[in-house]
């Protein structure tokens, strides 16, 4: 069972991180997420344990617990998709350049490029 872990100390390390859940059983990783420039904590992260019983004892034990002067908020993980959306978008189908709408190629052939409205290549009915 995956386990978030909250409102951590920016100075705890992700081995006292596992040291703090291993009490309560077998503890398969344990990672403090960083900032990807700079290295610092971000003040939250994930254990992973493999049984779900002493993962359900640690997070009830822990939620609230007190840890390098700070009041640590334990809880089972969501998956990655519930966070939202975002994302998105990429390839060469996207929003048709400048507020326009579909299209295989930006501007062409969707929601016209600078503010939408009609398709790109129409020439008023003639049937291209």
């Known amino acids: 069972m995956n386990i978030y872990v909250g409102n ?4 705890l390390s992700d081995v006292e991180l596992r ?13 403090i ?10 003040g939250f992260g994930f254990v992973e344990m493999d049984n779900e019983d002493e993962a359900k004892r640690a ?4 939620n609230g617990k007190e840890v ?4 640590i908020v334990v809880n089972e993980a969501r998956p990655r ?9 990429g ?10 709408g579909g299209g295989d190629r930006g501007g062409y052939g969707g929601g016209g490029g600078y ?8 020439d008023g009915g003639r049937g291209w």
């Open 91 to 100: 390839g060469r189908r996207g929003g048709g350049g400048y507020g326009g």
């Open 59 to 62: 997070m009830e034990a822990m």
């Open 8 to 11: 951590l100390s920016y100075r």
């Open 33 to 42: 997420i960083k900032d990807k420039y700079s290295g610092q904590s971000k």
């Open 19 to 31: 040291n703090l859940f291993e009490e309560f059983g077998s503890v398969s990783s344990a990672n």
């Open 81 to 89: 998709k519930e966070f939202g959306g975002g994302g998105g978008g």
């Open 68 to 71: 390098g002067g700070r009041e």
């Open 115 to 122: 503010g939408g409205g009609g398709g790109g290549y129409s």
